[in-house]
T-cell receptor
């Protein structure tokens, strides 16, 4: 158990809908990272937040947004969902904000868009 | 942009050494990482190397970096069945983490 929690574990929704994925980092960790893992695109870094502020941005679509709240939990919002958004979404946390920090991964949320 | 490539499969016998290779395209990558993913689990950071280093050793793991050829390798000594997993190489480049497709390591008894 990495100490990072993600809810829900599974989510099934229809195209065009909007969903919110939630992540609670390890106690004391200030950074949260979001990743998408799919069969066709592999593992992709989406976005990083550090202590409430956006720190780094990867291949995140405009339909997706994220935020980190004062209690350091983070939410990833996915809107206007398409079939291709079906994937495993991982959250990771680390103590600091710099690259090279050891990232602890949560178990993931499996999103299925039908 | 950065591109990271890996071979997709590797099989070794228990007790042998495993060498997983990775190539990347952008020489400005500052950190290079190796992650392990077991079935149904998230990723576990195994080790990382800064771009000004040539080698890093951590117990059974040895990372070698050839900056000229943009080639990174992960050697696992005395490979065990518990090492069976998918291994991802990743590069930190321009505030972005770019992952390879992963190498599935199968350890045969």
């Amino acid at each position: 158990d990495s100490g990072v929690t993600q809810t829900p574990k599974h989510l099934i929704t229809a195209t065009g809908q909007r969903v919110t994925l939630r992540c609670s980092p390890r106690s004391g960790d200030l950074s949260v990272y979001w990743y998408q893992q799919s069969l066709d695109q592999g593992l992709q870094f989406l976005i990083q937040y550090y202590n409430g502020e956006e720190r780094a941005k990867g291949n995140i679509l405009e339909r997706f947004s994220a935020q980190q709240f004062p209690d350091l939990h983070s939410e990833l919002n996915l809107s206007s969902l398409e079939l291709g958004d079906s994937a495993l979404y991982f959250c990771a946390s680390s103590p600091g904000g710099r690259e090279g920090s050891e990232q602890y991964f949560g178990p993931g949320t499996r999103l299925t868009v039908t | 942009g950065e591109d990271v490539e890996q071979s997709l499969f590797l099989s070794v016998r228990e007790g042998d050494s495993s060498v997983i290779n990775c190539t990347y395209t952008d020489s400005s990558s500052t950190y290079l990482y190796w992650y392990k993913q077991e079935p149904g689990a998230g990723l576990q950071l195994l080790t990382y190397i800064f771009s000004n280093m040539d080698m890093k050793q951590d117990q059974r793991l040895t990372v070698l970096l050839n900056k000229k050829d943009k080639h990174l390798s992960l050697r696992i000594a005395d490979t065990q069945t518990g090492d069976s997993a998918i291994y991802f190489c990743a590069a930190y480049y321009g505030q972005n983490f770019v992952f390879g497709p992963g190498t599935r390591l199968s350890v045969l008894p």
